[in-house]
């Protein structure tokens, strides 16, 4: 009755119901801020983008989901549908720093004249810790058994190491006459237990896997290809460097922090002292 006195037949018309402001409607500031972290760190995505809004100290904090909204809004990430967790894929982790270790091998280090460097690689299941980051020409067991001694001479002798069944890592698939390999005999010789996946199932060292996907986007895609090994090196040392320091981890609330994947852990002082790793022919 009220709006037909004051308007008339024109005031029965309907009316908007949408609302005029909205208590969680995202600060235009936060978003401009989101957009412009993505376009200057285009691999971001929206869980990174939330992990540095809040290490600046932005209040109230969206969502993750409110983040890629934003990002959605603005033409910065593609919208794609919902895909359904595995319900048979069991995530696991050890408690703590230096209990194992993953190792594995990559390839893709494409080089300025036609030929291809591996990177033998390892991380600390626990931590992310990147501990191994060598750029080889041929990915031989002694390289990789350097490499990993190298390694525990840094930051100690870690309780167990994980791999696949690469020739490098073990002699188990070798056949009847297979022996001992040089990897197997420096486990054995310095304490640790060595583990190997089921063949065909990389979900088993699911960390070492999404280490190389990360090294494949956020350094490879941008800097190949090397003009030689000792480059392809030096920028996998800064990189390694930014990835143990700095670069936030998805699956972990901050990135590692400090020198070390034990940090200033007790069981990092007392493998220090223990740790007698050797690279002697077998």
Known sequence: MRRYQEGGLAGLADRSHRVRS????????????ICELRRAHPR?????????????????LPSRAAVYRALV????????????????????ERPGPMQLWQLDIMGGLRLADGGEAKLITG????????VIASVVARPTGRMVCAAFAQ???????????LTDNGKQFT????????????????CRENGVTLRHTQ????????????FHQTVRRELLDEALPFDSIEQAQESVDGFADYY????????????????????????ARRVSRRSRCTCRPA
């Open 73 to 92: 809004r603005n033409a910065l990430i593609e919208p794609v549908a919902r895909r359904r967790k595995r319900e048979d894929y069991v995530r696991w």
């Open 151 to 161: 390694a525990m001479r840094a930051y100690g002798v870690p309780l167990e190491v």
């Open 22 to 33: 909205h208590p969680m409607q995202m600060p235009a500031a936060v978003e401009a801020l």
């Open 199 to 210: 063949p065909r199932s990389p979900t088993t060292t699911g960390k070492i896997e999404r």
């Open 171 to 186: 002699g188990r698939l070798g056949g009847p006459r297979a022996g001992e390999v040089l990897f197997e005999r420096i």
């Open 123 to 130: 991380v600390d299941d626990h931590s992310r810790f990147c």
């Open 44 to 60: 971001w995505g929206p869980r990174t983008l939330l992990w540095e809004l809040g290490r600046r100290g932005v209040e109230p």
């Open 244 to 267: 143990n320091t700095a670069r936030p981890h998805q699956a972990l609330p901050a990135p590692p922090a400090g020198s070390s994947p034990a940090g200033q852990t007790k069981r």
